[in-house]
Structures are given as C-alpha cells and as structure tokens.
C-alpha cells in the first residue's frame, strides 16, 4: 500500500514537473520558431510572449502543428511562387509604362492576393510580430518598385527618353521633404482625417487631365503635342530615331549631383544617426539652396526644345512629399501629372523620368528600414517576384513606344481614378471599396 501511494505521488510530481516544462516551452516560443525562421522574427515572436495578452494572441495564431509560410512562420501564408512571379511581371510593367502605380499594385498582390497583411493584423495591434510583418510587406513592395526604377531608367536612358535633371530635381524636394516636413512639423499636423478630400482631388486631376486631351486643353502645349507625334510617326516607321531622343544642352551636373548627394545623406544621417540631429537639418537646407545654383535646364526631344528652372520641379518635390506624408499616402502617382500638366511632357518621357525619381526615394528607404531597422524580407519569395519585375521592366519600355500617347494617358486616369476610390470610400466609409482594403 505504502509502495502504491509513493508511486502515485511520483506519478504526480512528474506530471506537474512536464506541466511546467510544457508551459515553459510554450513561453518562450520554443514550439513557435523553426530553424529557418530569420533571427529577427524569433525575437518578434519571443517578446511578443513576455506580453501575457499579446502572448495568448501569437500563441492563437501561430500553429506549430502546421507547415512554416511566409518568413518560416508556422501556419503563416504561402505564397504561391508562379502566381507571385506573374503578378510581378504585372507591377513591372505597369509602372515602367506609365511611371507610377508600381507601390499600390506591389500593395494590392501583397496584402490582398497573398493574404500577408490580414495576417499580420491577427496577432493584434502593438504586437511585435505584426510590426514586423507590417515593415516587411512595406520594405518588400519598395524592393519591387526600387527594381523596377533601376530597369526602367536605365532602358529609358538608353532610348533617349529620360529628362535626367529634371527626375532628379524632383527628387532633391522629394527626398528631403519626405522627412524634414514630418520632423518640422512634429506630427502636429495630420490631414489623415481628410483623406476622402484627397481622393476626390485625385479625381479631379483625372478629370484635369481628360481636359488636357481636348484641343483646347492641349492648345498650351504644342511643343509636347508636336514632339509626341514625331515620336509616334519614327515608332510607327521603326525608322533609327537614336539622335533624336533627350539631349541636354544646358544646365550644371556638378551642382545637380551636390545637391541630390546631400539630401540622400540627409535622409540617411536622420535615420540611422540618432545623435548631432541638426547635422541633417543643415544637409537637406544645403541641398535645396544649392538646387537655385543649377539655373536653368533645356534640353531637347524629337526636334523640339524644352526648358525650366531647376528649382521649380524640386519644390514640387517638397509639396508632393509633404502632401503625402501628412496624408499617409504614396505620392508617387502625383509624380505623372506634375510632369506632363506642369513641366509640359509629353508622355513619352514621362515614365522613365518619374521612375528615375522614385527609385533615388526607394534607395534611401530600403536601406533605412533594413540597415536602421533590421527589417527583414522573405528572399525566396522575393528572389522570384523580383524576376519577374526584371521581365515586366524591361518590356514596358519597349511596348509603350507602340502605344499611342493618348492611350498612355487614359490607362494612366483610369488607375487614377482607382486611387480615386480607393481614398474617397477609406476617407469617407471608413474602408476601401477596392484592393488593397
């Protein structure tokens, strides 16, 4: 009897002891990461759990029962490889064509197609691991566009259709300004509550630009109509059109790089320096003055010749990247309608001009994220979509000399009108009526 009753004691000491090294394990996430996981995530996961709501939450969604996903997440999505190589070949194309929309469409295949924000947004609001997962969509969308602003600038280059100084004018504003303003302004002013009004903005810019297709609207812009057409005809005739493209015949490189030189140190000191904080200040200010030292920029296209003041695409820089930063919002889709309503483009060099701009953005972003902040992306998958933006990019600039300038504007405010919507019914229903929502 007396042997019984120690067996059962034991029994029962044994049991509590694997309780507590079960609840153990479950606490510090050993059951929860897998050796594939990068280091970053384990730890995401591993404070999430010194948080008892927060760990009930990740232990909820994460099952270790279940096949690692996305960043070797067990249960997590896993995207399909094909499906994600084709819809990059999808958001390459788009935005070499027309210069922008690559963010949103990288945006609506990330979080919506493939599921990844719906599951970032299960572990709760404040959770490590949805911060991180957050970052990484953000950061692997600017991967895609980044790739793609590098291919499509280069091919544009190479066919004479890159206003070079004027893609970096505009990015001096807009890469300066993307910090500076928030910084000045402390987050004091927020017009995020305003976000239905910026849509209906948007609308009316497409409807600016429908405008602008009417012969009274393009009455103003001969140069651009006429050198749109030349261009059409060579496209049409595949006649060799290589001394007719861009060709800058007036306007100082050494300040333009200077002055693009020095707000991209500005951005990247603010980021990853966290002491001499007016160091920055006194960069991007530099930047902007020395952009009034550039003067004027002409350059020619299909025998017509353009020209503006350097200083005026970099201050619309500076209003886009503030207009976008209060909004929350990518500004890059504003990029088009400065170049083609403001500067006076045809649309022809428009596409690699905006790319060039937003990939001098996408550069110091993805190196403040990863560097700064250790994002980390999943590059199996990545690896894959970024081939096929490689393939997107290098035939959008190839197919959109074939496509007829009007209809490059009307695929540009039909997409606009898609951001149309999808701002007016967030701002003003509380949700997207469209992808991503």
């Not at 000491?13 to 929860?32: D, H, K, P």
């Amino acid at each position: 009897m007396m042997v019984n009753r120690t067996r059962f004691y034991l029994a029962t000491a044994l049991m509590i002891l694997f309780s507590f090294v079960a609840v153990a394990m479950a606490q510090t996430g050993a059951g929860l990461t897998t050796p594939d996981m990068p280091g970053k995530m384990k730890s995401a996961i591993e404070a999430s759990l010194q948080d008892p709501e927060m760990a009930a939450k990740t232990m909820e969604v994460i099952n270790p029962e279940e096949a690692p996903g996305f960043l070797g997440i067990p249960g997590a999505p896993d995207p399909s490889l094909i499906l994600g190589l084709l819809w990059a070949i999808w958001v390459g194309w788009i935005f070499s064509t027309v210069g922008a929309f690559g963010g949103i469409m990288a945006g609506v295949g990330h979080i919506t197609i493939f599921g990844l924000a719906d599951y970032a947004k299960s572990f709760g609001k404040g959770n490590p691991v949805n911060n991180l997962l957050t970052d990484s969509i953000r950061v692997s969308n600017q991967w895609l566009v980044g790739l793609s602003g590098v291919i499509s600038s280069f091919n544009y280059y190479r066919m004479g259709r890159l206003v070079a100084p004027l893609g970096i004018c505009l990015a001096i504003g807009g890469v300066g300004g993307s910090w500076l303003i928030p910084e000045l302004t402390a987050g004091k002013i927020s017009l995020k509550d305003y976000i239905g009004f910026f849509g209906l903005i948007v609308f009316v810019l497409g409807f600016f630009l429908i405008y602008e297709m009417t012969p009274k609207g393009s009455a103003g812009k001969k140069q651009a109509k006429a050198a749109a057409q030349a261009f059409e005809k060579a496209a049409k005739e595949k006649s060799d059109t290589s001394d007719q493209g861009v060709k800058i015949i007036e306007g100082s490189w050494t300040f333009m790089w200077a002055a693009v030189g020095l707000v991209v140190l500005s951005a990247l000191w603010i980021n990853l320096i966290p002491v001499l904080k007016f160091v920055p200040y006194i960069l991007c200010l530099a930047g902007w003055a020395m952009t009034f030292m550039i003067g004027n920029i002409r350059f020619t296209f299909y025998g017509q010749e353009f020209s503006f003041k350097a200083y005026v695409p970099m201050i619309g820089g500076i209003v886009i990247a503030a207009l976008a930063s209060f909004l929350g919002v990518g500004g890059g889709f504003l990029y088009v309608p400065f170049l083609t309503s403001v500067a006076g483009l045809p649309m022809f060099l428009v596409a690699g001009t905006s790319a060039l701009c937003v990939l001098v953005g996408m550069i110091v972003s993805i190196f403040s994220y990863m560097v700064g902040k250790g994002v980390v992306i999943a590059w199996g998958f990545i690896g894959v979509e970024l081939i096929g933006i490689f393939i997107g990019s290098m035939i959008g600039p190839r197919t959109s000399k074939y496509i007829p300038e009007k209809v490059l504007k009307w695929i540009f405010i039909i997409l606009a009108f898609y951001v149309g919507i999808r701002y007016t019914s967030k701002g003003f229903l509380g949700y997207s009526l469209l992808p991503p929502f």
